[in-house]
């Protein structure tokens, strides 16, 4: 399929050729034909001459096209439209000039359209979520670097069952709060919290509900249903916008045991904001039996072991 300026070239050429045929024949008899020749030459660089004079401005502009319509060329000089300058970018045509201007005086940045189209902006904000993914916590934490808090403070305690107790590994001693008869089990305002040494890096938090050994125990004995990871000291008066709050996770009433994955988790304190309880069937109490931090990466853990 022919273009515009194509279709002009032809013409043109069609034109000169029947020009320099009349004068040749016009003149036949009164020159030599040395002279013929001479004047067919000198006519033939003029017209060629003439011809590019009257294509050069659009040459430049002339851009192949696919049966689709799609430009798939480049133009030669600038300014471009701004579609056609999207065209190129999109074909690899553009140098490596960040700006370039349009026919209509818009700068065109190509570099930092590209950058914006393919760089990916990384998150690294603080994320925890349940990690239903693994089926073998026991497989998983075995694998992993367990991490100790320094302590642990609760809003408050039953007797012996210190909030000291989550952090020993023993599903035997727990962590216990009594509720009052008549208190609403979905307006909990309970809380337990850890605190390291120093700002920690946390990767993956296990949790063990309620109170699991003796096994009797566990239905007869409240334990937690609702609850939020938060990094905010619950007596502190002070606002801390910045200040890492998880969203509310809910377990099922048998869920004894479940881990959580954290990603960009680095805190110093870290406390449980209890919701909402499952009750207990004969006691008033409800706990947590162990709540584990640790660091590391089962995933590469689970790599590994597929490349063995």
């Known amino acids: 399929m022919f273009s515009g300026n194509s279709i002009l070239f032809f013409i043109l050429f069609a034109a000169a050729v029947a020009v320099i045929i009349v004068f040749s024949s016009f003149f036949r008899r009164r020159i030599s034909s040395a002279k013929r020749k001479i004047f067919y030459w000198i006519a033939a660089v003029v017209v060629t001459v003439v011809i590019l004079i009257i294509n050069i401005g659009t040459f430049g502009e002339m851009l192949t096209e696919q049966s689709d319509n799609e430009y798939i060329g480049y133009i030669l000089e600038p300014p471009y439209t701004l579609e056609e300058m999207k065209c190129l970018a999109s074909t690899g045509r553009l140098s490596d000039d960040d700006y370039y201007r349009t ?3 818009t700068d065109y940045d190509y570099q930092e359209e590209t950058s914006n189209q393919t760089e990916e902006i990384e998150d690294v904000s603080p994320k925890i979520y349940l990690a239903t993914y693994i089926t073998d916590i026991d497989e998983a934490t075995d694998v992993l670097t367990k ?3 320094m302590n642990a403070v609760a809003s408050g305690q039953l007797k012996q069952h210190t909030p000291q107790n989550t952090m020993d590994g023993d599903p035997e001693t727990n962590w216990q709060v009594t509720v009052e008869k ?12 850890f605190r390291f040494k120093e700002k920690q890096k946390i990767d993956y938090i296990v949790l ?5 050994v003796p096994n009797n125990l566990y239905n007869k004995n409240g334990r937690v249903k609702s609850f939020r990871f938060t990094e ?15 969203s509310s996770f809910e377990l099922e009433s048998d869920s004894k045991k479940v881990i959580f994955q954290c990603e960009h988790l ?8 209890i919701d909402k309880i499952w009750p207990g069937s004969k ?7 162990d709540i584990q931090f640790y660091e590391g990466s089962w995933f590469r853990f689970k790599q590994d072991k597929k490349a063995s």
């Not at 008549?182 to 919290?193: F, K, P, S």
């Not at 063990?208 to 699991?212: S, Y």
């Not at 006691?283 to 039996?289: K, L, Q, R, S």
């Open 103 to 105: 026919d209509d005086n």
């Open 208 to 212: 063990t509900n309620g109170t699991p």
């Open 283 to 289: 006691y008033d109490e409800f706990g947590i039996a």
């Open 182 to 193: 008549g208190t609403d089990t979905d307006a909990i305002n309970e809380y337990i919290g």
């Open 147 to 149: 991490v100790s808090p």
């Open 232 to 246: 905010k000291n619950p007596k502190s008066d002070e606002t801390d916008t910045d200040a890492f709050e998880s």
């Open 266 to 273: 680095e805190v110093s304190e870290l406390f449980l904001m």
